[in-house]
Nanobody
Framework: QVQLVESGGGLVHPGGSLRLSCAAS????????MGWYRQAPGKQRELVAT???????NYADSVKGRFTISRDDAKNTVYLQMNSLKPEDTAVYYC?????????????WGQGTQVTVSS
């Protein structure tokens, strides 16, 4: 059973930084992609950033230039460095791991970590 455990959320002032971590229970090489999604109150969950097993990255337009996804293969951990945070970044952030089987995807999710950007 895949387990993803997020950490690093909290309260930060606008313009501040946070780093989220997502520790996987197994090798992250077993996943085709890992990423971060977020869900603000009253809104749908949205993609923030993803990284393929080959290292290709993809970012939402709203976070490009401010957020960086990275990974530590030895620690089976994926990170999201968030800089220049804005109030609109406030959301619950979820780690995702995906295995692709032909046309199908198996998605695994962490429990989420709250990020609040407020003065």
């Amino acid at each position: 059973q895949v387990q993803l455990v997020e950490s690093g959320g909290g309260l930060v002032h606008p313009g501040g930084s946070l780093r989220l971590s997502c520790a996987a229970s197994g090798s992250i090489f077993s996943f085709n992609a890992m990423g971060w999604y977020r869900q603000a109150p009253g809104k749908q969950r949205e993609l923030v950033a993803t990284m393929s097993s080959g290292g290709s990255t993809n970012y939402a337009d709203s976070v490009k230039g401010r957020f960086t996804i990275s990974r530590d293969d030895a620690k089976n951990t994926v990170y999201l460095q968030m800089n220049s945070l804005k109030p609109e970044d406030t959301a619950v952030y979820y780690c995702n791991a995906r295995r692709t089987r032909g046309p199908l995807n198996d998605d695994y999710w962490g429990q989420g970590t709250q990020v609040t950007v407020s003065s």
